[in-house]
């Protein structure tokens, strides 16, 4: 049972560079969060999902896109970089309805310069 | 709008002794919960403790309790006889239902350092 994985761990992008980080978790959860943080910064919503197929924007969606095509698969994108967009970022998962169980992956330090 | 606020930006405290980190809330939902995470340097969220708005006791696990006062929309966390491993970034996360679901928002969040 590994929980909740992000890929990658690191990235390094240009500006004007497009990617997507992969979370995936292994426990039929089907709720799914991102969110980014910032130094001096809490962590604040991206983007989430409350079941495979369905999204929905956060506190700071601009900039992302992300896609449910599998329950135990949420993919964050960003089409083109900014320097705006270095930052952490944490999925999350929980059961239907229960926030209170979510579960953080280890989180992603993107850098764009 | 919902709002979390932690006003300590960072607190010392000595180890074996007590420390509280503050949290105010500002919610208009009538049914709402609130939450501690820590953050070691390691990166990873850890939950540590939950309270519900209609609990009507303080929650406590372990060496976490939370001094939860309603009317004045607070939520500290106290750590009891602090370890040095208590060293961390420590955020408090109000649970608010938005459009049918269910999401946390994050204060800005405390350092917290452990004193030998």
């Known amino acids: 049972n590994a929980g909740v994985t992000q890929t990658p761990k690191f990235r390094v992008l240009k500006t004007g560079q497009s990617m997507t980080l992969l979370c995936a978790q292994d426990m039929n959860h089907e709720y799914m969060y991102w969110y980014r943080q910032d130094p001096g910064m809490g962590l604040r919503l991206i983007h989430y999902?409350?079941?495979?197929?369905?999204?929905a924007k956060g506190e700071v969606p601009d900039g992302y896109n992300v896609s449910r095509l599998k329950k135990q698969n949420f993919l964050l994108g960003l089409e083109s970089a900014a320097p705006s967009q270095t930052s952490v970022y944490f999925c999350?998962?929980?059961?239907?309805?229960?926030?209170?169980?979510?579960?953080f992956g280890p989180g992603t330090r993107l850098t764009v310069t | 709008a919902q709002k979390i606020t932690q006003t300590q930006p960072g607190m010392f405290v000595q180890e074996k002794e007590a420390v509280t980190l503050d949290c105010t809330y500002d919610t208009s939902d009538q049914s709402y919960g609130l939450f501690w995470y820590k953050q070691p340097s390691s990166g990873e969220m850890i939950f540590l403790i939950y309270q519900g708005s209609y609990d009507e006791q303080n929650a406590t696990e372990g060496r976490y309790s939370l001094n939860f006062q309603k009317a004045r929309k607070s939520a500290n966390l106290v750590i009891s006889a602090s370890q040095l491993g208590d060293s961390a970034m420590y955020f408090c996360?109000?649970?608010?239902?938005?459009?049918?679901?269910?999401?946390?928002?994050f204060g800005k969040g405390t350092k917290l350092t452990v004193n030998p």
């Open positions: 999350a998962s929980s059961p239907r309805g229960n926030a209170y169980e979510q579960y």
């Open positions: 999902s409350v079941g495979e197929g369905t999204t």
């Open positions: 996360a109000n649970l608010i239902t938005q459009g049918g679901s269910e999401k946390l928002v």
